[in-house]
């Protein structure tokens, strides 16, 4: 959730309803000589939702009886 985050609060009050993606965005974007930390926080972001992804499928193809090996 960024573009919802981002029109209706924007992190307000205080970073008080900051999300995930809006924090990568805004250390990125927002803070000077911070780029490569937001490019780090996206980078490991982006390997956790694989993993997840990876996880989901791995239980899903088990209770549909089939057992392909994802990993």
């Known amino acids: 959730m960024f573009d919802q985050n981002l029109a209706l609060t924007a992190g307000?009050?205080?970073?008080?309803t900051t999300m995930l993606a809006l924090d990568i965005y805004n250390t990125y974007y927002n803070r000077i000589g911070f780029a490569g930390?937001?490019?780090?926080?996206s980078v490991l972001f982006t390997m956790i939702v694989f993993l997840l992804?990876?996880?989901q499928l791995q239980i899903?193809?088990?209770e549909k009886?089939?057992?392909y090996a994802v990993f």
């Open 12 to 16: 307000a009050p205080a970073g008080q």
């Open 37 to 41: 930390i937001g490019q780090a926080k």
């Open 53 to 55: 992804v990876m996880i």
């Open 60 to 62: 899903w193809e088990k």
């Open 65 to 67: 009886g089939r057992n």
